[in-house]
């Protein structure tokens, strides 16, 4: 079955497109001041005023200079289907102050997204602060309406993909990641949406099987300790038999094959003593149950005196009968050390039975990792093909948030700043265009925004470029490619032509294609070299224009 695709390809209808993921995610999922706005607005008269917002974000998460942008197709979900029913106009009714008029509530029922414009830089890219990820168009009671789900819908989303792909990143291209986070993730929808949002930054699989269901995200997972523990001796094995892969005849004591290849192992690798023979028991039972599928957690006992010695018994004998095991999973203890040292008795396997391909079978590590301990691990050197991560990659436990916001930049076409005292916090106002510059070795080298109005940067054409807020900040750039960002994902009742929302693998890859697109230093660990965010100098001089107009004059006495 394949990841179906949402999204209007021109006019959208509320029947083309389904719901959010999570049935929580409806009109009420906001804070109340949306609602005691969208009623003063109403009283004023204001309601109906045409208000264009900005969401963007001010700083890179994790210490990082980059980000991932995700959560979009779940707004667009959310204003396809964006309707309070009776019940809920009820409550709101109920929250308010006994003196709003009945005629609001009349309002609220006929309150749609009809209206509503959205544009957004697609789904899955590389974003930076200031630069907007999405632009909302329309009617300023309806846009404030849906502020707190959108940045609730983009804020963890965001977050958690770039996690995903800074762990990614450290890990390098030929590992596999598997995200096992779901037991640790904040509720059942921060397990969900983290499986998704992980595998959209760049992992491979995911151990949960809701998401596996909703999102066809491929699926990992074996067996735990308690597997293991749960068996006391081979005696507790009934059935012993398993047919040959060819199905061309049957092992009837497969159970014995297994003691056999032990005791070669054994005496091969000059071990004394046995090896714990409930584990034995526990592997042996799980390959009659997976015998195409065999991976064995082999740290319950002792990695190198039992599991190693005991899994390899069993892919021996399932070998014999024609079967090609995966690997095993370590989950404690000194990874760097032990992934080597499983991997030379894998070889050692491999030369004193002949068995092609033994020396290379997957060896993958869990055990609470993250970034830093995927870069200690690299820097030590180690032999883990694979990397079960959960924990610190679902919480985001290195930074509790991305710090969405959702700010007014024009109203009845009059553009609109907020100032503040941190200047990191004054808005870029007025409807823009925002360009990805791209330099002669194809990197990116600026995102500039501009008016809506200005002519669109040209290819081979010089412009300059400045930082919105510091003056002797400013660079001339000759672009070899120019790239817009935001393209038009709901038209409300305009005739803007539509992009559709791709399916999540085509978002995955994007995210990954745009990752490498990255000069080297904007994604390094340690002292990223912060990529340049500008506006144009027609918007640059505005902007302070209009801080100026705005921000009272003091009087000294």
Known sequence: MEAKENGPSKKPSNSAIDGPTNPMVTPLLTDLYQFTM??????????????????YFRKNPFGGEYTVFAGLEECIRFIANFKLNEEEIDFVRESLSSSCEDGFFDYLRGVDCSDVEVYAIPEGSVVFPKVPLMRVEGPIAVVQLLETPFVNLINYASLVSTNAARHRNVAGKSKTLLEFGLRRAQGPDGGVGASKYCYMGGFDATSNVAAGKLFRIPLRGTHSHAFVSSYMSLDEITDKSLRRKDGSSTCDDFVSL????LSKILLSNGFFGETN??????FTSYALAFP???????????????GIPNFCAVALALSDLGYKVVGIRLDSGDLAYLSCEVRKFFRSIEMAFG?????KLTITASNDLNEETLDALNK??????????????????AQAALGVVFKLVEINNQPRIKLSEDVSKVSIPCKKRSYRLYGKEGYPLVDIMTGENEPSPK?????????????SKRAYVVPQQVEELLRCYWPGSSDTKTDTLPPLRDIRERCIKQLEQMRPDHMRRLNPTPYKVSVSAKLYDFIHFLWLNEAPVGELQ
């Not at 195409?292 to 039992?306: H, Q």
């Open 38 to 55: 969208a009623y003063a607005y109403w009283k004023a008269g204001k309601h109906q005023e045409r208000a264009v917002f900005d969401l």
């Open 258 to 261: 297994v003691q056999t290849w």
């Open 277 to 282: 023979q409930s584990e034995l028991a526990a």
């Open 292 to 306: 195409d599928n065999f991976l064995a957690l082999v740290d319950t006992y002792d990695v190198m005196r039992s």
């Open 355 to 359: 068995v092609p391909g033994f020396g």
């Open 380 to 397: 030590q050197g180690h032999e883990v093909d694979a990397f079960g991560i959960g924990t610190y990659l679902v919480t985001c436990y």
């Open 459 to 471: 290819v081979g054409e010089r412009i300059l470029c400045r930082h919105p807020f510091q003056e």
